[in-house]
Nanobody
Framework: QVQLVESGGGLVQSGGSLRLSCVDS????????MGWYRQAPGKQRESVAR?????????NYEDAVKGRFTISRDNRKNTVYLQMDNLKVEDTGIYYC???????????WGQGTQVSVSS
């Protein structure tokens, strides 16, 4: 069964840190490029970071999070992580993980995890 479960969100003050986790309970994604995405209130979902499959992974980040967020993966645990440091109010939103490139909006998406950053 295809299932991605995101966790680790919460409410933090500006400048704080959170570490998000995404567990692939079905073990389907270890051989795929993966990404983290976010959807801010009233806005469309956007890409945040991505990581390639394989032993020597390559990572890429959107300019807005470059230098503050770090994506990583542990294929033995079927888990993708997003370490978020120096959080800003504009990082507030629901965070999702999924394959990269992402599926269509009407494709499969997990429930996401809410990140709220206060000033």
């Amino acid at each position: 069964q295809v299932q991605l479960v995101e966790s680790g969100g919460g409410l933090v003050q500006s400048g704080g840190s959170l570490r998000l986790s995404c567990v692939d309970s079905g073990g389907h994604y270890s051989r795929m490029d993966m990404g983290w995405y976010r959807q801010a209130p009233g806005k469309q979902r956007e890409s945040v970071a991505r990581i390639t499959r394989g032993l020597s992974t390559i990572t890429n980040y959107e300019d807005a999070v470059k230098g503050r967020f770090t994506i990583s993966r542990d294929n033995r645990k079927n888990t993708v992580y997003l370490q978020m440091d120096n959080l800003k109010v504009e990082d507030t939103g629901i965070y999702y993980c999924n394959i990269f490139p992402p599926p269509r909006p009407d494709g499969y998406w997990g429930q996401g995890t809410q990140v709220s950053v206060s000033s």
